[in-house]
């Protein structure tokens, strides 16, 4: 209803497809998840620029979700910077 009322590219948008990729995260259906991530994203940059807080947190979203696939998947899709970028960190002393 968003999208349609205030158009594809509208911020508000951008945080719709955000909370709705969240939930598919939380349900772990991480294949609907991802496109509504990267489409929020890049909403969300266009309109507001990467450093804007809201798009910031739509990117830790999606690195968040990332980060529960399985290794090797990751190194099928990503270079292995990035692969390695997503691997869990141990807690620090």
Do not use: C, W
Not at 5 to 17: E, I
Not at 27 to 37: D, F, G, H, I, S
Not at 57 to 86: G, H, I, K
């Amino acid at each position: 209803m968003r999208q349609q009322l205030l158009g594809d590219n509208h911020p508000h948008v951008a945080t719709s497809l955000n909370n709705l990729g969240h939930l598919y995260y939380s349900q772990v259906r991480y294949t609907e998840a991802e496109p509504l991530y990267l489409e929020a994203i890049n909403i969300a940059t266009q309109g507001l620029g990467k450093n804007h807080p809201h798009t910031q947190t739509f990117y830790r979203n999606y690195l968040r979700m990332l980060s529960q696939l399985p290794e090797a998947e990751l190194r099928q899709r990503f270079p292995d910077e990035v692969v390695e970028m997503l691997k869990p960190k141990p807690p620090h002393p």
